[in-house]
Structures are given as C-alpha cells and as structure tokens.
Nanobody, 115 residues
Framework: QVQLVQSGGGLVQPGESLRLSCAAF????????VDWYRKIPGKRRELVAK???????TYVDSVKGRFTISRENDRNTAFLQMDDLKPQDTANYSC?????????WGQGTQVTVSS
C-alpha cells in the first residue's frame, strides 16, 4: 500500500522559513516525479514545485528563488524548503505522485504566514 506521510508546517511570521517533508511508504520516490501543491480556500489547487525523476526542478513563478524542492533517496523522502515566506503563501500544502496511473496524496499540511 502506497502512503505519503507529511510533516512540518505551522504558523510563522513573514520572512521566516519552514520545511515540509513527505515520506513515502510502499514506493520508491527516486524512481518518479514528486510534486508539491497548495490549496487556498476558494481558489483552485496550485502546483507549486516539481522534481522530476531525473532531478530537474520547476517552480511556479510566485515562489521562484524562495522555495526549493528536493529529494533524499536514502530516506525515501521529498522536501519543500520555503524561505522568505509571505502572507500569500498561506495555504494547505500537499505532496503528490502518480503511480500505476493513480494519484497519491499526502494528508496535507497547513502553512500560515502572519504577523
């Protein structure tokens, strides 16, 4: 059974940093792409960052230079390092993979940026 278990998140002030983790069970992350999405109530879910199976990374323009997606194969875990957080980054963040033509999601983690 594939399972993605997230940790991290919380309440921070503008300019601070957070790191989200996405640990995989039942599947090897190094073989596939991993995405981080975020959802703000009333808005569509947004793809924030992606790391391809070969390691290439892409980001939505609003987080370029501030967020870094990575993967540690020995821990079978993906990360989203978020620096210089802004109030508009406030959202519920979820990691995602596609396996056997099916979408698999982490449980979601709330990130709130507020002074």
């Amino acid at each position: 059974q594939v399972q993605l278990v997230q940790s991290g998140g919380g309440l921070v002030q503008p300019g601070e940093s957070l790191r989200l983790s996405c640990a995989a069970f039942g599947i090897t992350l190094s073989d596939r792409a991993v995405d981080w999405y975020r959802k703000i109530p009333g808005k569509r879910r947004e793809l924030v960052a992606k790391i391809a199976s070969g390691g290439k990374t892409t980001y939505v323009d609003s987080v370029k230079g501030r967020f870094t997606i990575s993967r540690e194969n020995d821990r079978n875990t993906a990360f989203l390092q978020m620096d210089d957080l802004k109030p508009q980054d406030t959202a519920n963040y979820s990691c995602h993979i596609i396996y056997n033509w099916k979408d698999w999601w982490g449980q979601g983690t709330q990130v709130t940026v507020s002074s």
